[in-house]
T-cell receptor, first 115, second 110 residues
Framework: KAGVTQTPRYLIKTRGQQVTLSCSPISGHRSVSWYQQTPGQGLQFLFEYFSETQRNKGNFPGRFSGRQFSNSRSEMNVSTLELGDSALYLC??????????????FGSGTQLSVL | GEDVEQSLFLSVREGDSSVINCTYTDSSSTYLYWYKQEPGAGLQLLTYIFSNMDMKQDQRLTVLLNKKDKHLSLRIADTQTGDSAIYFCAESSNAGKSTFGDGTTLTVKP
């Protein structure tokens, strides 16, 4: 079974631009969540989508948005980029919570650098 | 809100046991997890424990949970250089959202 795929692997943007990151979950997984990882802030939860609906949201400004398609693929968008948005963005997919809880399967991430 | 805390660094000698500690604040945490992150990669689930359990063993890994003190630990027996990585503790009490600690960087010296 293919793992979680994130594209692109690396991105370099300048302040004020916008960016779209893509995530393809493991086949059969309907939940996709996004995390921002930085050396200073650790792993911060952005949002989670389940069956095309945003089910959970973290404490990020409205510049960060996402969506999920009917095939469970997800995209996240960051508008008006700031230097502080430079980070590793990780996508994770999971099955519906069951007896073993929510086991997250992570992609390798998209490393975003904002200059 | 939920908070998860871990010590940032741990250094051990190859062959020794490693113990990584974690504390959490959410008393309604249902599941607690340990993830491993190697350089340039995403996180990989290592093991997990349900909140009504005290201990779980999985090969070289032992998870201990003290629910009263909200303390979780991961013990790695016979630590190898390949175990060098960042280890994250995480809790989940809400479907679709996990809260992670800042990660413990484990360095294994030969």
């Amino acid at each position: 079974k293919a793992g979680v795929t994130q594209t692109p692997r690396y991105l370099i943007k300048t302040r004020g631009q916008q960016v779209t990151l893509s995530c393809s979950p493991i086949s059969g997984h309907r939940s996709v969540s996004w995390y921002q990882q930085t050396p200073g802030q650790g792993l911060q939860f952005l949002f989670e989508y389940f069956s095309e609906t945003q089910r959970n949201k973290g404490n990020f400004p409205g510049r960060f948005s996402g969506r999920q398609f009917s095939n469970s693929r997800s995209e996240m968008n960051v508008s008006t980029l700031e230097l502080g948005d430079s980070a590793l963005y990780l996508c994770a997919s999971s099955l519906v919570v069951g007896p073993e809880g929510e086991k997250l399967f992570f992609g390798s991430g998209t490393q975003l650098s904002v200059l | 809100g939920e908070d998860v805390e871990q010590s940032l660094f741990l250094s051990v000698r190859e062959g020794d046991s490693s113990v990584i500690n974690c504390t959490y604040t959410d008393s309604s945490s249902t599941y607690l997890y340990w993830y491993k992150q190697e350089p340039g990669a995403g996180l990989q689930l290592l093991t997990y424990i349900f909140s009504n359990m005290d201990m779980k063993q999985d090969q070289r890994l032992t998870v201990l949970l003290n629910k009263k003190d909200k303390h979780l630990s991961l013990r790695i027996a016979d630590t190898q250089t390949g175990d060098s990585a960042i280890y994250f503790c995480a809790e989940s009490s809400n479907a679709g959202k996990s809260t992670f600690g800042d990660g413990t960087t484990l360095t294994v010296k030969p």
